[in-house]
């Protein structure tokens, strides 16, 4: 796709940081890291999001995450790390290109990756279920 910001940095057109490459992905640091390492698991093949990736390309890409937040922990000290995927504009997706975030978290980081919880009663959750089974 020659207008995807992706497309552009998997053919090498825009340059990014890389930190590990295969047949499938690249991982990239994310130019505005939400904390530092902060990196990006890209397919090497456009797809717009979760929806359009098969079985097999979403495991390697998994896997090459655990690695890469492996890698944080060991290398950068993190104490932990965030996946993040983001599917539609609703959900935050600005670059529509698959991807997976993988984000350090560090003891005290604050919020990076946060929800307000909700207390919905019973019969509503039980309509959600009927509606997601
Ligand atoms: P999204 O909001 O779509 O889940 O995430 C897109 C991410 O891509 C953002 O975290 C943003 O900082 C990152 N990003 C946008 N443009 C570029 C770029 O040109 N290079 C790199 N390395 N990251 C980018
Ligand atoms: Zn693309």
Not at 91 to 96: D, F, K, L, N, R
């Amino acid at each position: 796709m020659e207008n995807c910001i992706f497309c552009r940095i998997i053919s090498g057109e825009i340059p990014s940081l890389k930190v590990y490459e295969d047949a499938y992905c690249i991982a990239a640091l994310d130019i505005n890291p939400g904390s530092p390492g902060h990196t990006l698991i890209i397919p090497r093949v456009h797809r717009k999001d979760l929806l359009e990736m098969d079985e097999a390309l979403a495991g390697k890409l998994m896997m090459t995450a655990r690695e890469i937040g492996g890698r944080e922990m060991e290398r950068l000290g993190a104490d932990g790390f965030n996946i993040v995927q983001n599917n539609g504009i609703a959900a935050g997706q600005t670059i529509p290109h698959f991807h997976i975030h993988v984000i350090p978290r560090y003891h005290g980081d604050g919020k990076i990756v946060a929800w307000e919880p909700t207390s919905p009663d019973i019969e509503t959750l039980r309509e959600f279920r009927e509606k997601l089974c």
